[in-house]
């Protein structure tokens, strides 16, 4: 008891310097692997089965908007806790993200503790 579990998470960019920086303040607290692009990440999700994804949306197709339609379409993956992460106005995609599935939207760049709090809460989840 009291003892605090990590989640595993996916970190998704196709720029594989953000996934990276991304993925590196995530593993402090928990399992973390990255994935380049969309259809990597679709792999990663079916074969780790992640409890959070951190999704960039302007990625090359699929884009992080398709991705987060497929994962909430196959019914193994619907508890993973979804996070946008893109370079958008909140003003201009917030409402589409949460549309595709999405539980959290932010923009870049990251604040890495409201990420790691968001995570939290999805640890909590499980």
């Known amino acids: 008891m009291g003892q605090i ?8 960019d ?16 928990h399992e973390v692997r990255y994935a380049d692009g969309g259809s990597a990440a679709m792999e990663v999700a079916l074969d780790w089965r992640p409890d959070v994804m951190v999704l960039d949306i302007d990625m090359p197709p699929p884009n992080g908007l398709e991705v987060a339609t497929m994962i909430r379409d196959i019914s193994h993956l619907k508890p993973v806790r979804l996070i946008a992460v893109t370079g958008r106005s909140a003003a201009f995609g917030q409402e589409e993200a949460i549309a595709h599935g999405f539980d959290d939207y932010m923009t870049k760049p990251v604040d890495i503790d409201r990420l790691l709090s968001l995570i939290a809460a999805a640890r909590r989840l499980h």
Not at 5 to 12: A, E
Not at 14 to 29: D, K, M, P, T, W
């Open 5 to 12: 579990t990590s989640c595993r998470v996916l970190v998704v």
């Open 14 to 29: 196709n720029y594989v310097s953000a996934a990276e920086a991304l993925a590196e303040a995530c593993g402090r607290f």
